[in-house]
Each structure stands twice: as C-alpha cells, then as structure tokens.
C-alpha cells in the first residue's frame, strides 16, 4: 500500500524533453516498469524513459 503512494508521488515530476527541453506530460498510466518509448509532442522524436521498479526504495551509496 504505501509502496504504491510512493511510486504516485514520483511520477508527478515533470520530464523535459532531452532535445528540445520542453516539458513533456505523457500520460502516466501508459508508462511501464523498464524502457518506455515516449515522442515528444512538440519535436517529435522519440525517446527512451527508463521508470524503475526500486525509486521507491533508494538504497544509501
Ligand atoms: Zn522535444
């Protein structure tokens, strides 16, 4: 339960698009534990966003 409050918190962040710089949205629900392929809606290209299944649970060093 509270794992999934976390991972809701994180996915709140904004992700810039890493040509163009623009603040993409995309829709979260989509997004999948791995390599997610997202096109930015304002450059068009595509990109690869890695969501990580243990952001939750950060280790120390
Ligand atoms: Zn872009």
Redesign the pocket.
């Known amino acids: 339960m509270k794992k999934k409050l976390e991972e809701q918190v994180v996915q709140r962040f904004p992700y810039r698009?890493p040509?163009?710089d623009?603040v993409?949205s995309y829709d979260h629900s989509k997004l999948k534990e791995g390599e997610n392929e997202i096109q930015?809606p304002?450059?068009k290209?595509i990109y690869i966003k890695v969501v990580s299944a243990q952001v939750g649970k950060r280790k120390r060093r």
């Open positions: 698009c040509y163009c623009q993409v930015c304002f450059c290209k």
